[in-house]
């Protein structure tokens, strides 16, 4: 959550174990002086896992604009593999609801759960 999703554009870029991807909520930081090896923008393209990013409209932290959607436009996730939710929220979204869609998105792309 938060720096989390941050990282979202890097560790599924790199780790190829991973099935789906969750960003709760994810978005580019700006103003963070990455060095070029760790910067999520030169990883973002490179996430083909399915992504779903959880995001508050009115993050003052990453930014509608600025960096939740350029973000989500920058995956490399196939178009039909990828949302983008958006909360009437500052950054977290509420807990319910990030909840239930982090349970559906894993059912759709693991499978439900055996009970």
Not at 12 to 34: D, M
Not at 61 to 72: N, V
Request: hydrophobic share 35%; glycine share 10%; charged share 25%.
């Amino acid at each position: 959550m938060s720096w989390g999703g941050a990282l979202g554009a890097v560790v599924p870029a790199v780790e190829e174990r991973l099935k789906v991807s969750i960003l709760v909520p994810g978005g580019i930081y700006h103003g963070v002086n990455y060095r070029p090896e760790a910067d999520p923008i030169n990883y973002v393209t490179r996430v083909r896992a399915p992504t779903l990013m959880l995001n508050g409209r009115y993050d003052s932290s990453f930014g509608l604009e600025t960096g939740i959607k350029p973000l989500y436009d920058l995956l490399g996730t196939p178009t039909e593999h990828k949302r983008l939710i958006l909360y009437d929220t500052d950054h977290i979204p509420p807990r319910n609801e990030y909840i239930k869609e982090t349970l559906a998105w894993l059912d759709k792309y693991l499978g439900p759960v055996a009970r």
